[in-house]
């Protein structure tokens, strides 16, 4: 599913309006509108240091084949650390969240964009043994706010269907006025 989305801001205000469409492969179409502040995040970055959560915004300490392998513990296929390198190279954000006891990464989430007007949201996992606490709010609070922050008003995304309950408190709603996402797809060669 592919999630994008429109945020109007007012510089006079701390509160700023997102809207954001999401589409997905299997022709699921989902946008979202709803203010949002780039001040608050719904915890802080001193009380996930408290819970052993280290925030990291670089790639400089990030082990990649630690990071594919959360990526295939959550269902994504394994990819090439090589060419996950590159693609975290191209990334305009990233963010993501190193547990400190293991010093492994358990959370991540990055966009790309063209730095001015629009970005889209990849990759946001949470080790599966991690979920449910609050880190992948943690990351997405934090991206959302990072891009808003740079004046970035147009933000999209790709989501399976089962994880729209997560992206809708975000911001994200489908189809703002009646905006739907498309996917390009390379037509089979029919068999002989
Ligand atoms: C989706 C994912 C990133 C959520 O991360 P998480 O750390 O488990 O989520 P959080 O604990 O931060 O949850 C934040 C809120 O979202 C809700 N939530 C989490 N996953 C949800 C889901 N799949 N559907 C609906 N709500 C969800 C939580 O209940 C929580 O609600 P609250 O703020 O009212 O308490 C994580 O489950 C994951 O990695 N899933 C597998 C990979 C994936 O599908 N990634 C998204 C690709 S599009």
């Given amino acids: 599913m592919l999630l994008h989305g429109n945020m109007i801001s007012n510089p006079a205000r701390t509160h700023l309006t997102l809207k954001t469409s999401h589409t997905h492969h299997r022709n699921l179409t989902i946008f979202a509108q709803q203010p949002i502040t780039t001040a608050t995040c719904s915890i802080s970055d001193e009380d996930l240091l408290s819970r052993g959560f280290n925030l990291h915004r670089s790639i400089s300490h990030l082990n990649l084949d630690h990071l594919n392998s ?94 729209l309950g997560f992206y809708r408190p975000l911001g994200f709603v489908a189809d703002p006025d009646g905006i739907r996402g498309m996917v390009y797809t390379r037509k089979q060669k029919k068999k002989k």
């Fill in 70 to 163: 959360v990526f295939v513990a959550v269902g994504f296929p394994k990819r090439d650390t090589t060419k996950i390198r590159v693609a975290l190279e191209h990334t305009d954000s990233l963010l993501w969240i190193e547990y400190e006891k293991t010093s492994r990464p358990v959370a991540f989430a990055r966009a790309t964009g063209d730095g001015v007007f629009n970005a889209i949201i990849w990759d946001v996992v949470v080790d599966p043994s991690f979920q449910g606490i609050g880190l992948g709010k943690a990351v997405m609070e934090r991206l959302v706010n990072e891009l808003l922050e740079k004046g970035i008003t147009n933000i999209a995304l790709y989501s399976e269907p089962r994880v």
